[in-house]
């Protein structure tokens, strides 16, 4: 295991999952997804840390994550990348993601209200992509975003059952993929349903 995974462990064993949930904190501690309101979900603790892991964030790395949520992973994020550029379609969320990691004292993270699943392409390409919703399919956008070199985590599927995908782009520019978990994610709301 890399240094810096064994940093991202260490980091996330300290986190306080309850700081990021308005409610049902008395769960924060279980490893399961908690609902935070607005039909959304703060994922398992295990399973970020795993998507978080697989993404092999580099220092300098500039990260595009859609579904910013409770801004649960986009502090694993943030701690570990040299930039974070989060989206998140429902207002209440973002507004209270954007306050909560500004108190938490981090600079490096740009927040935008808006559908995420065409991305964010002003800013492309992006050494890293962290898709925390379901597609019913890859994204051509997003995957068009990805720097070569970079890496994808996003989950596919139906609505009740996807496999989470590990998107890399090699030199040339094609993609390959490979299947790291089942997993059970709300869906991406936008183009991909």
Not at 20 to 48: N, R
Not at 54 to 80: D, H, R
Not at 109 to 123: A, R, V
């Amino acid at each position: 295991m890399t240094n810096q995974n064994l940093e991202i462990i260490s980091f996330f064993e300290k986190l306080d999952r309850g700081f990021y949930m308005d409610t049902h904190k008395e769960f924060a501690h279980l490893d399961e997804a908690i609902p935070i309101g607005h039909e959304q979900t703060i994922s398992q603790p295990s399973l970020v840390l795993e998507m978080t892991l697989a993404l092999n964030l580099q220092p300098e790395s500039k990260v595009l994550e859609i579904g910013t949520g409770s801004g649960f992973q986009t502090v694993l994020l943030a701690a570990f990348s040299n930039s974070v550029y989060t989206i998140e379609r429902i207002e209440a969320l973002h507004e209270r993601a954007k306050e909560r990691l500004k108190d938490a004292g981090f600079a490096n993270i740009h927040f935008k209200l808006d559908d995420g699943s065409t991305g964010w392409e002003e800013h492309a390409p992006y050494d890293r992509i962290m898709v925390t919703a379901a597609a019913a399919e890859l994204p051509r956008e997003l995957v068009e975003q990805l720097a070569i070199g970079g890496k994808m985590i996003i989950p596919v599927g139906t609505p009740f059952l996807q496999e989470l995908l590990l998107i890399e782009k090699d030199e040339d520019g094609k993609t390959q993929s490979e299947v790291l978990n089942e997993v059970r994610f709300v869906p991406l709301k936008g183009k991909y349903e």
